[in-house]
């Protein structure tokens, strides 16, 4: 009898774990047939949708931007500002030929651009590093690039 009952035991302990490992597997997300889609997992989702990529801009794009920044800080029509340069340039440094006073940058060269705009005879400079998003820079913290063929 005891054999019997050691048997049965044995076999009911199998089925009970053959029992566990199905239900285990089916909680496990459905494998796609696509092979070309792409898996994410949910934190993952939220997360590039809350912080997407920053896309490489053009000169154009940059020029754009720039434009349209500054007509928005001197409250003008965009088409008064005259574009006297939209060069690409290597700055010096990290600090993209606009150091702040008390900082430190790195000593690099960097890939960039120079902006330069005019209304009413006063020169407006924007800078960037290559394929970002261009910043205004006073005329009394710009710094001249490496490649600039002229000063403005």
């Not at 070309?36 to 997360?47: H, L, T």
């Not at 290597?90 to 993209?96: E, L, N």
């Amino acid at each position: 009898m005891k054999v019997c009952e050691t048997a049965f035991r044995t076999k009911l302990t199998g089925l009970f774990a053959i029992l566990v490992c199905t239900a285990a597997c089916a909680s496990e997300p459905q494998v796609t047939k696509d092979p070309n889609q792409k898996i994410v997992p949910e934190k993952a989702k939220k997360y590039e949708d809350s912080n997407p990529l920053p896309q490489a801009m053009s000169l154009a794009d940059q020029v754009a931007a720039a434009r349209s920044d500054l007509a928005a800080k001197l409250s003008v029509d965009d088409k008064e500002l005259v574009l006297l340069k939209s060069d690409a340039v290597t700055w010096r440094s990290s600090a993209i030929g606009c150091p702040e006073a008390g900082q430190h940058y790195m000593q690099a060269l960097v890939s960039g651009v120079l902006i330069v705009f005019s209304i009413n005879s006063k020169h407006y400079r924007y800078h960037a590093e290559q394929y970002k998003a261009p910043f205004y820079c006073a005329n009394d913290r710009a710094e001249s690039p490496i490649s600039a063929s002229s000063e403005i």
